[in-house]
C-alpha cells in the first residue's frame, strides 16, 4: 500500500502562487498516473489536474488551464502542482491521488490511493 503525504497549502491572497507536492512511501509510483482533486466546502470532489506514468502526457481542467501545471519525478517518487494565478474559487483541500491506470484519469473511481489533502485558502 503506497502512502501519500501533500504539502505546501497556505494562505495566499488573489493573483498568488502556490506549490503543492506529494511524496509518495511504501512503493514506486513509477508505473501508474498520479492525479490532483480538490474539495471546497458542500462540493463534490473535483479532478484538477493528471500525469501519465512517465510525465509524457498531461490532463488538466478547464478552470485551470493556462494557470496550473502538474509535474512528476519518478526518481523522487513525488508529484508537484503548480499553481498560478491563484482565485478565490481555487479555494479547496487538495488531494494527491494515484491512478489505476497508465494513462491519466479524470474520474475520482480511477484512482486508488488518496494521501489527506492540503488545504488551500485564496482570499480576495
Known amino acids: 500500500q503506497v502512502q501519500l503525504v501533500e504539502s505546501g497549502g497556505g494562505l495566499v491572497q488573489a493573483g498568488g502562487s502556490l506549490r503543492l507536492s506529494c511524496a509518495a512511501s511504501?512503493?514506486?509510483?513509477?508505473?501508474?498516473?498520479m492525479g490532483w482533486f480538490r474539495q471546497a466546502p458542500g462540493k463534490e470532489r473535483e479532478f484538477v489536474a493528471a500525469?501519465?506514468?512517465?510525465?509524457?502526457?498531461?490532463m488538466l481542467a478547464d478552470s485551470v488551464k493556462g494557470r496550473f501545471a502538474i509535474s512528476r519525478d519518478n526518481v523522487r517518487n513525488t508529484v508537484t502542482l503548480q499553481m498560478n494565478s491563484l482565485k478565490p474559487e481555487d479555494t479547496a483541500v487538495y488531494y494527491c491521488?494515484?491512478?489505476?491506470?497508465?494513462?491519466?484519469?479524470?474520474?475520482?473511481?480511477?484512482?486508488?490511493?488518496w494521501g489527506q489533502g492540503t488545504q488551500v485558502t485564496v482570499t480576495s
Open positions: 491521488a494515484e491512478g489505476s491506470f497508465a494513462h491519466p484519469q479524470s474520474r475520482p473511481a480511477d484512482f486508488r490511493s
Open positions: 500525469i501519465s506514468w512517465n510525465g509524457g502526457v498531461t
Open positions: 511504501g512503493r514506486t509510483l513509477s508505473t501508474n498516473a
